[in-house]
């Protein structure tokens, strides 16, 4: 693809699911470090995420690069019909350098994926508490390494699948009682 033509739709804010849901089917967590990446998919019902690789990170930029690459491989094997990216905010919710890298990996990654909607989701201190599940499972620090990125990864995408849930259950609610819903509710 060509690095020069119009950035695809990504925001450096947190998306919240909703009207726009893709419907059933795999979704990719993804999880941007500044030396490894973490993935994780949903079963197809998107109820459960799981871990699937840690990618290393390149040097090499855009849409291009192998880290891109392997990540839009990895969407196109598991058939997903979403991609969430976890966004580093700080714990008081500003943006900084990691905010940028995550945008930057998912403009990048939808120039290989089109058609496939990326949301950016909150993902404050998914990788403490990644870190700290792994180490109270018995997991040696030294170990973590490989597999933090792709605990995180399960924790943005899980968060997302949980929230996604109640929206749909919420939704339901409503139209069983009448209500037709406005758009962004």
Do not use: C
């Not at 500044?34 to 840690?54: M, N, Q």
């Not at 945008?103 to 994926?113: E, I």
């Not at 950016?120 to 933090?148: C, F, Y």
Request: net charge neutral.
């Amino acid at each position: 693809m060509n690095d020069s033509a119009p950035r695809p739709a990504v925001s450096s804010a947190p998306d919240r699911p909703g009207a726009d849901d893709p419907g059933p089917g795999r979704r990719i967590g993804i999880d941007v470090g500044s030396v490894r990446i973490g993935v994780a998919s949903s079963d197809p019902g998107g109820i459960l995420a799981t871990p699937v690789e840690t990618v290393p990170r390149t040097k090499a930029k855009g849409s291009r690069s192998p880290d891109v690459l392997r990540v839009a491989s990895i969407v196109e094997e598991y058939d997903a019909v979403e991609i969430v990216v976890g966004l580093p905010r700080t714990l008081r919710g500003e943006s900084g350098s990691a905010v940028d890298a995550a945008a930057g990996f998912a403009r990048a990654l939808a120039k290989q994926v089109p058609g496939i909607p990326i949301r950016m989701a909150d993902e404050r201190l998914t990788t403490v508490t990644a870190t700290r599940a792994l180490r109270e499972s018995g997991v040696r620090a030294k170990s973590q390494r490989g597999v933090i990125d792709q605990a995180a990864a399960v924790a943005i995408l899980q968060g997302w699948l949980d929230e996604r849930s109640s929206h749909l259950a919420a939704q339901k609610n409503l139209a069983e009682q009448g209500h037709i819903p406005e758009v962004g509710e």
